[in-house]
């Protein structure tokens, strides 16, 4: 069983930042596939990015040049740092890692004044 536990949301203004983190605990040998999805009222959740263990990344298009996913597999934990955010950002954000199924995050509020 792996259990997520996120950190990092809140209120900002536009053109700010925020750094989203989420640590997985429990029995994990390693975590094939680490990432963050995004839902905002009225809308379909999301990919935000996604980054595996060796490295690969995927971004929305939306969040390019902006947004960067990192991991520290040494903690299981992977960090989102959001940048020059905008309003349409504003989201409940969940992290999701792949193990030998899925597990998402309880989410975490980011919202984005203008």
């Known amino acids: 069983q792996v259990q997520l536990v996120e950190s990092g949301g809140g209120l900002v203004q536009a053109g700010g930042s925020l750094r989203l983190s989420c640590a997985a605990t429990?029995?994990?040998?390693?975590?094939?596939?680490m990432g963050w999805y995004r839902q905002a009222p009225g809308k379909q959740r999301e990919l935000v990015a996604d980054l595996g263990s060796g490295g690969s990344t995927n971004y929305a298009d939306s969040v390019k040049g902006r947004f960067t996913i990192s991991r520290d597999n040494a903690k299981s934990t992977v960090y989102l740092q959001m940048n020059n955010l905008k309003p349409e950002d504003t989201a409940v954000y969940y992290c999701?890692?792949?193990?030998?199924?899925?597990?998402w995050g309880q989410g975490t509020q980011v919202t984005v004044s203008s």
């Open positions: 429990g029995s994990i040998f390693s975590i094939p596939v």
């Open positions: 999701r890692v792949v193990v030998t199924r899925t597990y």
